[in-house]
């Protein structure tokens, strides 16, 4: 709008609410800087308020990368997988500390009820819908201790090494009772269980350690957390972990050369698959490498030990309505066997000398008949054909990397001591970005074989990023007055934070982290229409809590810029001239020093305009969100607070802040607040920000 003299605008504007017909005849312009009242009786027009986050993750969370969502995460695609939705951004993440624990404080839409916190960690529940209490507070508590018995990795020590801590006695016998059991499946062939698992039995009786098979045994959570919380830091949930796949060489376990036997189990570590999968292992005497294709014809027996890897843990993304869909517990513990060089010989425990064991996996190769809910009387059974399931993989299948064959399904990592090797699982044979976590198990071997080329889970670098998005609106007539159509200057934003955690760790647990912000960032999108202002007005940005010392760099579109000469807050002028940066884009960067102790959580954006930023104005009119103060750059007339609302009863704002994109504009010259112009901001403004929280989605008022 053209600035007049205030009559002029007055007759104008009063010419135009007669018009518009819906002003309800309020008279809204007065001086807004004369006659001011107390500040604390000025609405503050805020769309978003803090809310307080209290996580609880257990140890096995401990400096664990969690994100926090306005809206459900995770989509399932057409072959039923769930995964992350790439076009969703979190609108903050962070990282625990050594305890598993995060308390902070976060801004929100004020309209917004509930959260979706996701976690990287595997191992920890994925995306759980949490409600925002009326306190304005979001707590979650993951800290359960599992009910297992404590033994440790099998021993080298005393007469008989071949005895486990957990009891059982392995020797140079069989094992006895045995089970080994023919699966008919189409297309795979030499394929058997080694688990008592049959048709028509309860869903809660299934159980892959039947009677006089192997003892039940399970790690102690606490000597098993440290090590899996590093494998999926190392592994994390919904990244492409592709540079950390393995290969045959790494993947494939080994037995010793230097004692006549191998002892060798797979404790559970966890899952987070989507399909339930059979997992298990095949063997052949190295010098006679078999191929991939070989372990699906009838040269090699593929022995399956897990007929379903999924847990019985309650699964906790939205949508997941059964109970329990699995059968292992964490931690369960799983004695491979072997069973003679021609696979014809009765089962032991001990692998000769000379032997190669590798692993597959048949993706969604078992099936409920009533499966979608839980149901105690539920037949599970394998498929009848391999054609009916996801794919079959094993460790042999390979695709090139970085010129390297690397496995399509499987990785691997050890710790710092390479006493303990982490297999991870793709369950998913056609995914481009596998996360190898689907399945998660940990070897024990006697002694356990370790390739020089599995990576090794020691300090972590992260860079968590997360982004808040709205609109920004503003008047331009401040402070002769406003027609508070709020078009004048209108842009989308995306401010995004991006923070550098890396943590140290000794004897494979995290004792310390480094972390501080890395970089700002602030994207803005001009929507305004071509006419909606006739003033050459700037955009510009203060951060208000940020000490300019610590700002490494600024650029604006890629280009140096500079923050502004005479103002002690850093602030920026990212677009000199809003009318004709219409349909444009500025990306504002700034890069911050190395180990900065920022608190992100007090972090404020102050965006503003200039007014007339051509020159043609007496002084530098700033225009600013509601009882935001302007820069020290800006004109405040006497040095009064001026709180940027109009002077007659502060129902009306020179500018705002609307938590979403796509906001629908106000009509040219209408008040906002009129019929068909947002109504329901009235009853907002008037009571302060109780009522109509979310008027902003409902411009006909419905």
């Given at each position: 709008m053209i600035r007049v003299k205030n009559k002029q605008w007055l007759f104008i504007l009063g010419l135009s609410a007669i018009i518009a017909g819906c002003n309800n005849e309020k008279d809204y312009y007065e001086d807004p800087l004369k006659n001011l009242k107390p500040e604390n009786e000025y609405f503050d027009f805020s769309t978003k308020d803090k809310v307080s986050v209290s996580l609880n993750m257990g140890a096995v969370g401990a400096n664990s990368i969690y994100e926090i969502y306005l809206e459900d995460p995770i989509i399932v695609k057409d072959n039923g997988l769930a995964e992350l939705n790439s076009d969703i951004k979190p609108v903050y993440s962070n990282i625990t500390d050594l305890t598993g624990k995060s308390n902070v404080s976060i801004t929100l839409p004020s309209a917004s009820k509930k959260v979706y916190l996701f976690n990287r960690n595997a191992l920890l529940p994925g995306s759980v819908e949490l409600e925002i209490s009326d306190t304005r507070t979001i707590s979650f508590n993951n800290e359960k201790e599992n009910d297992v018995k404590s033994v440790r990795a099998i021993g080298d020590e005393g007469p008989d090494w071949y005895v486990h801590t957990d009891g059982i006695k392995y020797g140079k016998g069989n094992v006895s009772n045995a089970v080994k059991d023919k699966v008919n499946m189409t297309g795979l062939n030499e394929l058997y269980t080694l688990c008592q698992w049959t048709n028509n039995v309860s869903i809660s009786n299934i159980t892959f350690t039947p009677k006089d098979y192997v003892e039940n045994t399970l790690r102690d959570s606490k000597e098993i957390n440290a090590f899996s919380s590093q494998a999926t830091r190392f592994y994390p949930e919904g990244k492409n972990n592709s540079k950390y796949a393995g290969t045959p060489s790494t993947v494939n376990l080994k037995t010793s050369n230097d004692k006549d036997y191998t002892n060798i189990n797979l404790v559970v570590l966890g899952e987070n698959a989507g399909w339930h999968s059979p997992f298990g292992y095949f063997y052949y005497k190295a010098g006679n490498e078999p191929t991939a294709d070989d372990?699906?014809?009838?040269?090699?027996?593929?022995?399956?030990?897990?007929?379903?890897?999924?847990?019985n843990v309650k699964d906790s993304w939205p949508g997941a309505d059964w109970v329990i869909d699995g059968m292992f517990k964490l931690g369960q513990t799983i004695h491979l066997q072997f069973f003679g060089e021609k696979y014809n010989e009765p089962a032991s425990y001990n692998f000769p000398k000379g032997y190669i064991i590798g692993w597959f996996v048949i993706g969604d190769g078992t099936t409920c008949s009533k499966y979608g809910y839980y149901n105690p009387e539920c037949s599970w059974s394998f498929k009848n054909s391999l054609s009916e399931t996801k794919g079959f993989c094993t460790s042999l299948d390979t695709r090139k990397l970085g010129g390297k064959d690397v496995c399509v399904n499987f990785a691997v990592a050890t710790n710092s001591s390479r006493s303990m090797m982490y297999i991870g699982v793709e369950d998913d044979v056609k995914t481009s970005d596998p996360d190898y976590n689907d399945l998660m198990f940990y070897v024990e071997a006697n002694p356990l074989t370790i390739s020089p080329d599995v990576p090794i889970m020691s300090d972590k670098e992260e860079h968590i990023k997360y982004s808040n998005k709205g609109t920004y609106a503003f008047e331009d007539q401040w402070p002769d007055g406003g027609d508070y159509d709020m078009n004048d200057v209108v842009t989308e934003y995306e401010h995004g934070v991006s923070i550098y955690s890396k943590t140290n760790f000794q004897d494979d647990k995290p004792v310390s982290t480094i972390k501080y912000v890395e970089e700002l960032t602030a994207t803005f999108k001009f929507t305004q229409a071509s006419d909606a202002a006739t003033f050459n007005n700037a955009l510009g940005i203060e951060f208000k809590n940020l000490d300019k010392g610590i700002v490494e760099s600024v650029t604006v579109n890629g280009t140096t810029a500079q923050l502004e000469v005479g103002n002690p807050v850093p602030s920026v002028i990212v677009a000199t001239n809003a009318r004709t940066a219409i349909g444009k884009t500025f990306e504002l960067v700034i890069?911050?020093?190395?180990?900065?102790?920022?608190?992100?959580?007090?972090?404020?954006?102050?965006?503003?305009i200039v007014e007339n930023n051509d020159g043609s104005a007496k002084g530098r009119y700033e225009v600013h969100l509601p009882k935001y103060t302007p820069t020290a750059l800006g004109w405040n007339g006497?040095?009064?607070?001026?709180?940027?609302?109009?002077?007659?009863?502060?129902?009306?704002?020179?500018?705002?802040?609307i938590p979403i994109w796509n906001w629908t504009l106000i009509s040219e010259?209408?008040?906002?607040?009129?019929?068909?112009?947002?109504?329901?901001?009235?009853?907002?403004?008037?009571?302060?920000?109780?009522n109509n929280k979310d008027w902003y989605l409902h411009k006909n008022g419905r």
């Open positions: 372990l699906k014809s009838n040269k090699i027996p593929k022995y399956i030990i897990l007929p379903d890897a999924s847990d890069k911050l020093k190395q180990n900065n102790t920022l608190d992100i959580d007090n972090l404020e954006y102050n965006p503003f006497t040095n009064i607070n001026q709180y940027y609302v109009d002077g007659k009863n502060g129902l009306y704002p020179f500018a705002i802040d010259n209408v008040a906002i607040g009129n019929e068909g112009e947002y109504p329901n901001f009235i009853n907002w403004a008037e009571s302060n920000g109780v």
